[in-house]
């Protein structure tokens, strides 16, 4: 996260710019392995293989890449029994190996590709710095127009207008300015999180996106991954969270800012984490997203569970697949994939003696911004980290001469 969105965070990557997901195993022989030797039976195997996969994924583009990850299995298999994988080094150009290794874990993979720790340190000194630049323009000015998140509806209002709904893929973009205001018209009125204010609020939300009127309206409610939305299926409800304020009532929160700050603070991200991830439309991005900033504009340094803070987006995923110069199985919602990722930017962040929520800040700023949203330009920019450095520049220049024509205006 993919189109990328507004703002800060991005959505999720499109499937066809997405890797061969899935188990690519081929249909075991009949024919007992001793009966052949060693490279007819890989040749065997491959006969068979392949055709079926064009046959299915209609075209050599796709069979191709499956194909590798199929002769990356058999490797495998040759190196855990000690024999030679000579035919496939040759094929994709790997050097020897004779170590046990297994195509889906992802860490192995990118272990054995990763560009030299210089060159990546390098790249960490520059997302760092782009990280301030995204930090005083974008996050900053909403935090305190809001003052911070001192009280309790500021604090609901700040994550409602720059974080819960920064989902992407579709998300109806009336939907962050509308909750914005129905929480400054109506949570400015009391302290109290009850029953009475979640029906409340979703009454002034519907009335601000003028629902029922078929000419002038602001687009439909969505009532699944709206976090204001007190309704949900029960069929639903384990899978899709409850209401923002019915999550905050149930856990006796008055100020939503002020209660991940204390959770950060006494190093029970999870337990922050888990809170978020159960509202309904927020998920593990959009937890991590939040977690990340309040972390940051308070300078906490936790000890435990440090990778929570770290949302994975396309363009986060693909600057570390990009760093590590390595193409594995992945898929945007493989959790257990974009956390390896996570604690990689962890480790090679806290390695550098850099901030690791400061490099995802920065990575994601430079793929969605200064790339311009733009994979071609990505894959200019990534061959060569002084022609990224020299584009950074200029960038800043562009946009430091913006800002100086505005105050001119003004």
Not at 210 to 238: A, C, F, I, T, V
Request: charged share 30%.
């Amino acid at each position: 996260m993919i189109k990328p969105a507004e703002k800060i965070a991005v959505g999720s990557e499109g499937a066809a710019e997405g890797g061969c997901g899935g188990n690519s195993a081929a249909p075991e022989p009949k024919r007992s392995p001793a009966a052949l030797p060693e490279a007819l039976r890989a040749e065997s195997s491959k006969n068979i293989f392949f055709p079926l996969i064009e046959k299915n994924f209609r075209g050599r583009a796709k069979s191709k890449i499956v194909e590798k990850m199929f002769l990356l299995g058999l490797r495998a298999l040759r190196a855990a029994a000690g024999r030679s994988v000579s035919s496939v080094q040759n094929r994709f150009g790997f050097g020897q190996i004779n170590a046990p290794y297994c195509v889906c874990n992802h860490t192995n993979f990118l272990d054995m590709t990763k560009r030299s720790e210089l060159e990546i340190k390098q790249w960490m000194g520059l997302f760092q710095e782009v990280s301030y630049f995204h930090w005083k323009l974008n996050v900053l000015p909403v935090w305190e127009r809001y003052e911070n998140g001192k009280l309790p509806w500021q604090s609901v209002a700040i994550f409602l207008s720059t974080y819960a709904f920064e989902t992407g893929g579709g998300v109806n973009p009336n939907f962050a300015p509308v909750a914005e205001d129905t929480i400054k018209e109506k949570m400015k009125e009391t302290e109290k999180i009850n029953q009475n204010l979640e029906s409340e609020v979703w009454e002034i939300f519907k009335r601000k996106m003028r629902y029922g009127d078929k000419e002038k309206n602001y687009g439909g409610l969505k009532h699944r991954g709206n976090p204001l939305s007190p309704y949900s299926k029960k069929s639903e409800q384990d899978k899709d969270g409850k209401s923002l304020i019915a999550r905050m009532r149930e856990e006796k929160i008055i100020n939503l800012i002020d209660y991940v700050r204390m959770c950060l603070q006494n190093d029970e991200i999870d337990k922050a984490f888990t809170f978020l991830d159960s509202v309904r439309g927020v998920g593990v991005k959009i937890s991590s997203f939040f977690l990340r900033d309040v972390n940051e504009k308070y300078g906490n340094e936790p000890t435990k569970k440090r990778e929570l803070l770290q949302p994975i987006d396309v363009w986060v995923r693909r600057i570390v697949l990009e760093l590590f110069r390595g193409w594995p199985l992945k898929d945007e919602y493989d959790n257990h994939f974009n956390t390896e990722i996570a604690r990689w930017i962890v480790d090679e962040a806290i390695k550098g003696k850099y901030n690791p929520e400061r490099i995802n800040m920065g990575m994601w700023y430079f793929g969605s911004n200064v790339c311009g949203k733009s994979k071609y330009k990505f894959d200019i920019l990534f061959r060569n980290f002084a022609t990224a450095k020299k584009v950074w520049e200029e960038y800043c220049k562009k946009i430091q001469g913006i800002c100086r024509k505005e105050l001119l205006r003004t």
